[in-house]
């Protein structure tokens, strides 16, 4: 058997790290879907922002979005100078218009043209969205991703390409790059029983990775995108609990609710990759067979009549 091994490239989210066996793969393009407000632009900017200053590689930021001033307001908010970092020329911003094909092309090459200039390894392309919103044909968006996809096979860096996803949908593409992609983290939005905001990460495809495949729990604070340590559970602990108890565990953890006790003990365990490496004993409870009808009555009888012959022959 051929043993490959892929060079990791880290995604400036320590934990994350830990998920995709050390970072991305080298020379790789990674989807990263997320409804409004899931932290999209933060972890990009932190991706950028870590690569240039913990391990001195060099990114471009092209935004087909927002304005190069936004971002870098935004930005300031987590202590992120990407200003500094510009004007030393370890990050490039690119505040790019949303065009057809042929201004694609335009913009593609000054992206590429920035890259060779200063070296770069990394690539954030916000967003994916953006650009195919300008796209009328179907057809036009196909050729697009084709066009896209030659590209950064070409420009031998790790390209994190940002797709949103409107409320309330359930896809994440329109089917094409989805397959194209060596990787899709998706960042997930929800409200917990108590209505409050909640966000959790998944990792839905990395090549050549044994990644994670349980839901992460994540928050957006004042140091950037962190994965909150997961809650560790042993059986014992989940056998105390009440059925609305574990419920909201399986909620959070994005797993299923059906079943009985110890079947939702077992999934909880499974998905949560606890301390516990046996899983739940699952009990197995033999059902009685239901009386036929009229039976009790016809045995109490015959109780009853051996009662009354024993007294008699007493007698």
Not at 109 to 127: C, F, K, P, W
Not at 165 to 186: H, K, M, N, R, V
């Amino acid at each position: 058997m051929i043993s490959m091994s892929f060079r990791r490239v880290p995604t400036g989210v320590p934990e994350l790290d830990d998920l995709i066996e050390g970072g991305f793969p080298a020379d790789s393009m990674i989807l990263l879907v997320g409804f409004p407000g899931a932290g999209k632009t933060t972890f990009s900017g932190q991706f950028l922002y870590a690569g240039a200053e913990r391990f001195g590689a060099r990114g471009v930021y092209a935004s087909f979005a927002e304005t190069k001033r936004t971002f870098i307001r935004n930005m300031l908010r987590f202590g992120w100078d990407f200003e500094r970092l510009e004007k030393e020329r370890r990050v490039a911003i690119l505040d790019l218009s949303v065009t057809r094909e042929a201004g694609l092309q335009t913009n593609l090459n000054t992206i590429m043209e920035t890259m060779t200039s200063m070296g770069a390894e990394r690539l954030v392309i916000d967003s994916f969205t953006a650009i195919s919103m300008a796209l009328k044909d179907a057809i036009d968006v196909r050729v697009m991703v084709h066009l896209l996809y030659k590209f950064l096979k070409k420009a031998n860096c790790v390209s994190l390409i940002i797709l949103d996803q409107p409320w309330g949908s359930t896809s994440i593409g329109q089917g094409i790059i989805e397959f194209l992609a060596d990787g899709i983290i998706y960042l997930e939005t929800y409200f917990d029983e108590k209505y409050n905001l909640r966000r959790r990460l998944r990792i839905l495809k990395m090549r050549g990775t044994n990644h994670s495949k349980s839901p992460h729990e994540y928050e957006i604070s004042e140091d950037g995108f962190v994965i909150l340590k997961q809650k560790r559970y042993t059986v014992e602990e989940l056998e105390m609990m009440t059925m609305p108890a574990l419920w909201n565990i399986a909620r959070e953890l994005g797993v299923s609710r059906k079943g009985r006790k110890q079947e939702l003990i077992n999934r909880i365990i499974r998905a949560t990759l606890g301390v516990e490496k046996r899983l739940a004993p699952t009990i197995s409870r033999k059902r009685r067979k239901k009386p036929a009808k009229g039976s009790a009555s016809r045995r109490t009888t015959r109780s009853s009549k051996r009662i009354r012959a024993e007294e008699e022959s007493e007698k």
